[in-house]
């Protein structure tokens, strides 16, 4: 997924030599993908 890759290199940047993976919730009713990444991609503005 490119926004993985993107998310992930971007977090990776504020944060080198931290070991991460971006999850994404495999059912449904785990949570919405595209709300999550909201919520993660206003974090890095706010961090």
């Given at each position: 997924?490119?926004?993985?890759?993107?998310?992930?290199?971007?977090?990776g940047?504020?944060?080198?030599?931290v070991?991460?993976?971006?999850l994404t919730?495999p059912?449904?009713e785990l949570g919405?993908?595209?709300t999550n990444?909201?919520?993660?991609l206003?974090?890095?503005?706010?961090?």
């Amino acid at each position: 997924m490119i926004i993985k890759e993107w998310l992930k290199n971007k977090i990776g940047k504020k944060f080198p030599g931290v070991d991460f993976d971006i999850l994404t919730p495999p059912e449904p009713e785990l949570g919405d993908y595209s709300t999550n990444l909201v919520f993660a991609l206003a974090s890095l503005i706010f961090i």
